[in-house]
């Protein structure tokens, strides 16, 4: 069920573990009213970084079944994730040499649906069973696989793709070499690879030790993941970055080989450390006011930020009474280790002040929480200062990768 990383998943090198949060349940772990009254169980969450590309990756790795066989995260769940997935739909119709085009990590659905919109022909294939029901009644001609992705699933697709996509789930895998083995299985020679990835940078920007969880097994910048499809015959053309998920590291690239793997840049683990104990005095000193108000206090959303938030400062139902979440899957469930239960959002007229766990979409909240303000309620933003994501440089290729 666990296994240890002693050698780097990327290219071999040796390993320093650089961050360890202790021992901590699993961040989409939610409990149900039986499984609340069982011990915990919890993993050990230590990063480590290769010292010859400088990926950073998780020393401890959970068996994939543990994690994916009851995933409560939908895609679609998140409003602001639809009209992210048209833009990045309509951008690969326009880059892509052809029509037909592959998505990894599909979930339920949200992408396939705008890609096959915009006119491209779509196939999916994802390990979590009702997210792939889900996306199969979302699209009108082509098929979702339920299975995790490697060379051995590769085999399950008949035909080349003109486009294979890989969304926030590159990060997730336990095997990066049988992950792009895969693709280039299945992608023409002059096919376009798509990867998001959550971006390490503004990770350690922000201090964002909340989207360090088992489920994220490896953490990349441009440097990292430039070098990983380099080394593996793909050939960065472009990348950017986006404000989805805290951070997001968008790259395109080829499969027709000749891409440079570039110098390694260290990253500074000991300042974001330091950063996360401003953070909690920070959002400790919210809380503490808010109490001497005599306000109640909640989580606003129950992501996985929610548990990593609750578990690695000691957050218990003593503080945070509740979270409010719009998914129906996690309503009726506990935060693993905290204890928190998560509610319908109604929940939210019963208390005076919340803390924002997905914070990433603070401005789409606090609109659409406008009458909860207006009668002196509070959101309180658990980011440094209350800071949100700061929309860190784009770049080209050519010129951070030559």
Same mark, same amino acid.
């Given at each position: 069920?666990l296994?240890?990383?002693?050698?780097?998943?990327?290219?071999?090198?040796p390993?320093?573990?650089?961050?360890s949060m202790g021992?901590m349940?699993?961040?989409n772990g939610?409990?149900?009213?039986?499984?609340r009254?069982q011990p915990?169980?919890?993993?050990?969450?230590?990063?480590?970084?290769?010292?010859?590309?400088?990926?950073?990756?998780?020393r401890?790795?959970v068996?994939p079944t543990r994690?994916?066989d009851?995933?409560?995260f939908?895609?679609g769940a998140?409003?602001p994730?639809?009209?992210?997935?048209?833009?990045?739909a309509?951008q690969?119709?326009?880059?892509?040499?052809g029509?037909?085009v592959l998505?990894?990590g599909?979930?339920d659905?949200?992408?396939l649906?705008?890609?096959?919109s915009?006119?491209l022909?779509v196939a999916?294939?994802?390990?979590?069973?009702e997210?792939c029901?889900?996306?199969?009644?979302?699209?009108?001609h082509?098929?979702?696989?339920c299975?995790?992705?490697?060379?051995?699933?590769?085999?399950?697709?008949?035909?080349?793709?003109?486009?294979?996509v890989?969304c926030n789930v590159?990060?997730?895998s %336990?095997d990066l070499? *049988? !992950?792009i083995a895969?693709?280039r299985?299945?992608i023409?020679?002059d @096919?376009?690879? +798509?990867?998001e990835?959550q971006?390490?940078s503004?990770?350690l920007?922000?201090?964002?030790?909340e989207l360090i969880y088992h489920?994220?097994?490896s953490?990349?910048?441009e440097v990292s993941?430039?070098g990983?499809?380099?080394?593996n015959?793909f050939?960065?053309?472009d990348?950017?970055?986006?404000?989805?998920?805290c951070?997001t590291?968008?790259m395109?690239?080829n499969?027709?080989?000749?891409?440079?793997?570039?110098e390694?840049?260290?990253?500074?683990?000991?300042?974001f450390?330091?950063q996360i %104990?401003?953070?909690? *005095? !920070?959002?400790?000193?919210?809380?503490?006011r808010?109490?001497?108000? @005599?306000?109640? +206090?909640?989580?606003?959303?129950?992501?996985?930020?929610?548990?990593q938030?609750?578990?690695?400062w000691r957050?218990g139902t003593?503080?945070?009474?509740f979270?409010t979440?719009?998914?129906?899957?996690k309503?009726?469930?506990?935060?693993?280790?905290s204890?928190i239960?998560?509610?319908?959002?109604?929940?939210?007229?019963?208390?005076?002040?919340?803390?924002?766990a997905a914070?990433?979409?603070?401005?789409?909240?606090?609109?659409?929480e406008a009458a909860?303000?207006?009668?002196?309620g509070?959101?309180i933003?658990?980011?440094?200062?209350g800071?949100h994501f700061?929309?860190?440089?784009?770049g080209?290729?050519a010129?951070?990768l030559?």
């Amino acid at each position: 069920m666990l296994t240890i990383r002693e050698h780097c998943d990327a290219c071999g090198g040796p390993l320093d573990d650089v961050f360890s949060m202790g021992s901590m349940p699993l961040a989409n772990g939610l409990l149900s009213e039986a499984d609340r009254l069982q011990p915990c169980e919890t993993f050990p969450l230590m990063v480590a970084e290769c010292q010859v590309c400088s990926l950073a990756q998780l020393r401890f790795v959970v068996d994939p079944t543990r994690l994916y066989d009851r995933y409560p995260f939908y895609t679609g769940a998140s409003g602001p994730n639809v009209p992210y997935f048209h833009d990045l739909a309509r951008q690969i119709q326009v880059r892509s040499h052809g029509l037909r085009v592959l998505e990894i990590g599909s979930n339920d659905g949200t992408l396939l649906a705008a890609m096959e919109s915009v006119g491209l022909q779509v196939a999916g294939v994802d390990p979590a069973v009702e997210q792939c029901e889900q996306a199969r009644t979302r699209i009108h001609h082509g098929d979702v696989v339920c299975k995790y992705w490697g060379t051995s699933t590769a085999y399950d697709f008949g035909g080349l793709f003109d486009s294979v996509v890989a969304c926030n789930v590159l990060g997730h895998s %336990n095997d990066l070499q *049988d !992950f792009i083995a895969g693709v280039r299985r299945v992608i023409r020679t002059d @096919g376009l690879f +798509v990867i998001e990835v959550q971006y390490l940078s503004a990770l350690l920007k922000q201090a964002a030790f909340e989207l360090i969880y088992h489920e994220h097994v490896s953490y990349f910048d441009e440097v990292s993941l430039g070098g990983l499809l380099a080394r593996n015959g793909f050939k960065v053309i472009d990348w950017e970055i986006t404000d989805s998920q805290c951070g997001t590291l968008r790259m395109w690239a080829n499969a027709m080989g000749g891409g440079i793997a570039p110098e390694i840049q260290p990253h500074d683990w000991r300042g974001f450390s330091a950063q996360i %104990n401003d953070r909690r *005095d !920070f959002v400790m000193r919210q809380i503490y006011r808010a109490q001497q108000d @005599g306000r109640r +206090v909640c989580f606003y959303g129950a992501p996985a930020k929610a548990t990593q938030l609750s578990n690695y400062w000691r957050l218990g139902t003593n503080t945070i009474e509740f979270a409010t979440d719009t998914t129906l899957a996690k309503q009726g469930r506990y935060i693993p280790g905290s204890l928190i239960p998560v509610v319908h959002p109604s929940r939210l007229e019963c208390t005076d002040a919340a803390i924002v766990a997905a914070w990433n979409f603070y401005p789409q909240i606090a609109t659409q929480e406008a009458a909860f303000l207006a009668a002196g309620g509070q959101l309180i933003s658990p980011t440094l200062a209350g800071d949100h994501f700061e929309n860190l440089s784009r770049g080209r290729c050519a010129q951070a990768l030559a």
